[in-house]
């Protein structure tokens, strides 16, 4: 799996949310569906608020039907992104 790197943005708990979401929520929770659902079915992964470029590649074999759910919040401008991005923000 190709890993973007990443480790230069954000604060140190956003960087900890992304590299969990990474190294265990998507990974553990694609097995989960997987081993409990029909073949076919969709997962969808977290993006911990990072851009698409920057989410590992998710490929077949290994993965199949994943879609990312990202949320980004454009109307709140650089003012409060930068804000949240904050170690206390």
């Known amino acids: 799996m190709h890993v973007h790197n990443c480790r230069g943005g954000g604060s140190a708990h ?8 990474q190294d265990q929520i998507n990974p553990l929770g ?7 659902s029909a073949p076919g079915l969709n997962v969808v992964f977290q ?3 990072r851009s698409f470029a920057e989410q590992p ?10 879609w990312f759910d990202d ?3 454009q ?13 206390n923000g």
Not at 57 to 66: I, K, L, N, R, T
Not at 75 to 87: K, R, T
């Open 47 to 49: 993006t911990a608020f």
């Open 75 to 87: 109307c709140f401008g650089d003012y409060w992104n930068g804000l949240a991005l904050q170690d």
């Open 71 to 73: 949320h980004n919040y």
């Open 30 to 36: 694609y097995a989960a569906v997987r081993n409990a």
């Open 14 to 21: 956003s960087r900890f949310v992304y590299f969990k979401v």
């Open 57 to 66: 590649a998710y490929e077949p074999p290994s993965y199949e039907g994943v």
